[in-house]
């Protein structure tokens, strides 16, 4: 088991380079098999959920190319196998993008039950009322989800519920179903926009991403493009987070600061300076922070993927906070591991009431998922002594480098395992 071991304490400074968005890549990595032509895909992230998708695209036959750790090359003209199934890919959420990509191809798809990180009930009923609609068969057994259809026919979906995941798995499908689909109470998020236009790139007639309502008119075929990802919104929310809680002064490049905007109000609200470029962002820390109340929210409203870190800098911010959470039932997972480092935070229902503290306090806790683990280590990097922070896998499943790009900032932070942990502890200390 590898841990992250921080010394707190440090103001970060300097600048950090933001890189691909990962929620979009694995979704344009899953299209990028819908047509049988090269598809160059640029600005990947070198992460682990990215890897995975990857080996599991490989293993059905199609053509992968790995040109360095951001570039990829695919061709799915080689598929020679719809049934996606091995021990990581039924780790990972990304998973069920495979269905629409092969279904909207192939007509069929065998794909295993998603996992993902236990931030509450993620059901893909949404996505198999789409496929449905537009006449799939679907049956679930054995923990595989088979999909299968004579034609695939354009019709008109209503969402029950605004879902990333949804929207872009049948974007996927009736990108190359016969007719005209359209998608009510869409998501609006940038990496569907991005799903949309990597789609658009390759062929596809793909109207209104971004908006409520999508409409897909099906195509035959798609052909080979090339593209580059959009810079990843949360990473980029993560590094402004810890310049803010560790008092410091951060200019977050490559960005698109469009998309960090709620992220940026709750910034300001707090006492931050945060100064908007081109294609950067910077953050001055105040010497105090402000308490504030949140509320999660789809697109464009603050992202639920910041929660936990908006709570480690609430933790220690002057006054009483409130942080409502209204898309994910166990995102405040965390909690416990915070109190351990001297935090105060009551949690009803789906509220948690934060009283500020002055400081954290150094201890060892468990990362219990992606961005609950970043937002420990944003706790690690603002609190007096050392911190350890366990079950670092989760981290390294969204985050590239993160122990690298947070040490190019000046926070004193080491990789471990538990063959080296007490020489990094000493080490560090």
Do not use: W
């Amino acid at each position: 088991m590898e841990q992250y071991v921080i010394k707190g304490g440090t103001p970060l400074t300097g600048e950090v380079v933001i890189g691909g968005a990962k929620n979009a890549a694995l979704a344009i990595l899953a299209a990028a098999v819908m047509t049988d032509e090269t598809v160059t895909i640029e600005n990947l992230p070198n992460v682990r959920d990215i890897n995975v998708l990857l080996e599991a695209i490989d293993e059905i036959g199609a053509k992968v190319e790995r040109v360095n750790a951001h570039k990829v090359r695919i061709n799915g003209s080689f598929i020679k196998d719809v049934r996606v199934d091995n021990e990581f890919i039924r780790k990972i959420r990304a998973s069920y993008y495979l269905i629409g990509a092969l279904l909207g191809k192939y007509k069929r798809a065998q794909v295993a039950l998603p996992g993902g990180c236990d931030i509450g009930s993620r059901p893909i009923d949404l996505h198999l009322k789409g496929f449905r609609a537009m006449g799939a068969k679907i049956d679930i057994a054995n923990g595989i989800i088979k999909t299968e259809a004579e034609h695939l026919v354009g019709t008109h979906i209503y969402l029950d519920k605004v879902s990333v995941g949804a929207t872009i798995n049948i974007m996927m499908a009736a990108a190359m179903a016969e007719g005209k689909t359209v998608i009510e109470n869409a998501a609006k998020e940038p990496h569907v926009v991005d799903v949309a236009n990597f789609l658009n790139g390759m062929g596809a007639n793909i109207r209104g991403a971004g908006t409520d309502v999508i409409r897909i008119v099906g195509v035959e075929k798609l052909h080979k493009t090339e593209y580059s990802i959009i810079p990843d919104q949360i990473e980029a929310g993560t590094f402004m987070f810890a310049a803010a809680a560790t008092g410091g002064d951060v200019l977050v490049k490559n960005v698109i600061p469009k998309h960090l905007e709620a992220t940026t109000a709750k910034l300001i609200e707090v006492g931050c300076k945060v100064l908007e470029y081109d294609d950067s962002v910077r953050v001055i820390a105040p010497k105090k922070l402000q308490h504030t109340q949140v509320t999660t929210l789809p697109y464009p409203g603050f992202p639920t993927d910041m929660q936990p870190q908006m709570a480690v800098l609430l933790g220690i911010a002057e006054g009483t906070s409130t942080v409502t959470e209204s898309i994910f039932e166990n995102r405040f997972k965390y909690v416990d591991e915070l109190t351990r480092m001297s935090a105060e935070i009551k949690v009803e229902s789906n509220i948690a009431i934060i009283t500020g503290v002055k400081k954290y306090t150094g201890a060892r806790v468990n990362a219990p998922d992606l961005r609950a683990g970043a937002a420990l280590v944003i706790a690690g990097l603002a609190a007096e002594g050392v911190t350890v922070v366990d079950d670092i896998y989760y981290i390294q499943r969204g985050y590239e480098d993160f122990e690298g790009k947070l040490a190019g900032l000046g926070a004193v932070i080491e990789k471990a395992d538990d063959s080296t942990l007490q020489k990094a502890i000493l080490k560090i200390s």
